[in-house]
């Protein structure tokens, strides 16, 4: 807030006692320092979940094998296994698949939501996403397991419904909410002389939506789909309980798969403290640390490069 | 020919057709709009009816019991109360002071958006990595060992970045010339906040604050490995005792234990599910009560 600094108001001002500017400098130095909190535990984050892995990860851990091979043997007897290929492409289907669903409705409901409602419906719609995007995930998990599941067998002929269709559509019911609500920002960032000037030419509020609307909110909505993705990467439980557990690369959408975030839930418990096994774990952790710490950033930057544009 | 007169303002085949596809257009948007609300109302209407008739005094004031196939609910949601009590305790003032510092002090410098960039990472670090997190720090570096606290602080960390960001937006609502009209009175910048900026916003501030610390009843992942237990037979008695809790007990009735009866965790998830929406729609409702009734 730039226009704040330049009125900035002077704290020591005749008549005030030592006492009061004291106590407020403390707090003020406790106000900023809670400021820098967010930082502070994002760092953290990172190093206490490198560190618990880390003898795994600086000595025995091959970077070339744990990236890319499909092998996820972490209980053999003798011959321990810690590839994570197969988890990861099990994330990465069930991902794209969620955001097939979620980038449609979300953009569509987004444009809805923004251009064509006014007044009472428009904030009843906002309610209802704000509520969608409140349902907890292990209760998302919970319709997968009794109403998805069966239905997939009987519509699909699946041998088991708790697969990448199951956990696919549910990460992308669980998507939807973030994706409207950025992407109805982004639309409402957009001047309203932008939209003035296109219905005067006699465009109807479509042509100003796809010509116009479109263009200028690109990289809002671009971030909308962006947080999306991130979303459903990191979404745990809902897939531990929707998406079975073979470790395996799908070959369709009725196969079941294991992502990287479901083997920490279900493994982590079983694991000895301090273990290979358990440090595999963590280093998993710091993969998908990684991961969505590129998609988030990635989103961010392209927000602030369309700001710094207009 | 009929057509002879042109009326000068008619609509050419163009007009209509670009009048035609908006037409499909607005319905098929709201169509796709609509199909949002159809798995919210599914979902409440399907708990309801599966899970209301085992919703009686007993499920709710009892403990489990014959290996959780029997028996209530009632260490669950005190466990969660616990959670959501402790963790709102210790991430509101620290997500509230941040709001201010970032809303009411800081310059945009690159300390600034640093600070910003963390809380958009913050708010992205998924839960199952809160989880890892907690368990390297609080458990085991803070030696908090599986309990209350350690599982509290875990949600807290994560709930931070929303409860910042919802802060920030009430303190932003109150208009830049009330903060001048009491600088110009001589008041220093904190005198301004205490005296101005906070009775203006409070109410959006809690409200906001509710809405998000509520959304960490529903989280399970963080608190598996951090404090949640599969089952307890006494309710804790201090922040250093596991609990259990609704989501963690949603998870087990429907995972791991067999011969559950059917109801039972519809039952759980519509009172995790009630629990969390009832708050959520009061807050939400609060929120939009106060917009209107803003006075600048």
Same mark, same amino acid.
């Given at each position: 807030m730039p226009e704040l600094t330049e009125h900035a108001p002077i704290a =020591?001002?005749? !008549?005030? @006692?030592l006492a009061a500017l004291a106590a407020e400098r403390v707090l003020e130095l406790l106000v900023r320092i809670c400021g820098y909190s967010a930082t502070f535990f994002v760092f953290s984050i990172f190093l206490f979940v490198l560190l618990s892995g880390s003898d795994f990860i600086l000595n025995r851990l091959n970077p070339g094998e744990f990236l890319l @091979?499909?092998?996820? *043997?972490?209980? @053999? *007897?003798t011959n321990k296994r810690y590839g994570t290929l197969a988890l990861t492409l099990g994330t990465l289907s069930v991902t794209s698949l969620a955001m097939l669903i979620a980038v449609p409705f979300g953009l569509g409901a987004a444009v809805y939501v923004s251009e064509f409602t006014t007044g009472r419906t428009k904030e009843i719609l906002k309610v209802i996403i704000e509520l969608l995007a409140a349902i907890p995930s292990v209760v998302w998990g919970f319709i997968g397991l009794v109403i998805m599941n069966p239905l997939i067998i009987d519509w699909? !002929? =699946?041998?088991? !419904?708790?697969?990448v269709l199951n956990g696919g559509v549910l990460l992308g019911l669980m998507s939807v909410p973030i994706i409207v609500s950025i992407g109805e920002d982004a639309l409402k960032a957009v001047p309203d002389s932008y939209r003035e000037a296109s219905l005067a030419m006699g465009a109807t509020r479509w042509q100003t939506v796809v010509h116009v609307l479109f263009p200028a909110a690109r990289s809002g909505l671009l971030a909308a789909v962006l947080l999306g993705v991130g979303r459903a990467i990191g979404e745990t439980i809902a897939v531990l309980m929707a998406t079975g557990h073979s470790v395996q690369i799908p070959h369709s959408v009725l196969d079941s798969v294991r992502t990287l975030t479901a083997t920490i839930a279900s493994e982590l418990g079983e694991t000895a403290r301090g273990s290979d096994h358990y440090q595999a774990l963590f280093a998993i952790g710091v993969l998908l640390f990684t991961l969505t710490f590129i998609v988030n950033l990635s989103a961010d930057l392209i927000v602030r490069g369309a700001r710094g544009q207009r | 020919m009929d057509e002879a007169v042109q009326l000068p303002f008619a609509p050419t085949d163009a007009t209509r057709r670009s009048r035609r596809r908006e037409a499909i257009a607005r319905v098929f948007l709201g169509a796709m709009t609509a199909m949002l609300v159809v798995p919210l109302l599914a979902i409440l209407g399907l708990l309801v009816a599966e899970g209301l008739p085992a919703l009686t005094w007993e499920f709710l004031l009892t403990s489990p019991a014959a290996g959780m196939t029997a028996g209530g609910i009632f260490p669950a949601i005190v466990g969660t109360l616990w959670l959501v009590g402790v963790s709102l305790a210790v991430a509101a003032p620290i997500g509230v002071m941040a709001a201010i510092y970032l809303n009411?002090? +800081? $310059?945009?410098n690159w300390g600034t958006r640093i600070i910003n960039l963390a809380i958009v990472n913050l708010a992205g670090v998924p839960s199952i990595v809160h989880a890892l997190f907690g368990v390297g720090a609080f458990v085991l570096f803070l030696g908090l060992g599986t309990s209350i606290l350690a599982a509290s602080l875990t949600l807290a960390v994560m709930t931070l970045p929303v409860i910042i960001a919802s802060t920030k937006e009430a303190l932003a609502a109150v208009p830049l010339s009330f903060r001048q009209a009491c600088w110009v009175l001589g008041a220093s910048r904190w005198q301004t906040i205490r005296h101005v900026v906070l009775p203006n916003s409070i109410q959006g501030i809690l409200t906001g604050v509710i809405l998000q610390v509520s959304?960490?009843? %529903? &989280? $399970?992942a963080p608190i598996m490995f951090t404090g949640a237990a599969f089952y307890l037979p006494f309710l804790p008695q201090s922040v250093q005792d596991q609990c259990m809790a609704l989501s963690m007990h949603l998870f087990t009735l429907s995972t791991? #234990?067999? %011969? #559950?009866? &059917? +109801?039972m965790p519809y039952a759980t998830a519509l009172v995790l599910l009630a629990l969390v929406m009832t708050v959520n729609l009061t807050s939400i409702l609060v929120r939009s009560y106060l917009r209107a009734r803003r006075k600048w």
């Open positions: =020591a001002r005749p !008549g005030r @006692s @091979s499909t092998e996820w *043997v972490p209980t @053999s *007897v699909f !002929g =699946a041998p088991i !419904g708790l697969n | 009411e002090y +800081a $310059t945009d959304r960490a009843a %529903g &989280e $399970t791991q #234990v067999p %011969g #559950v009866p &059917e +109801a």
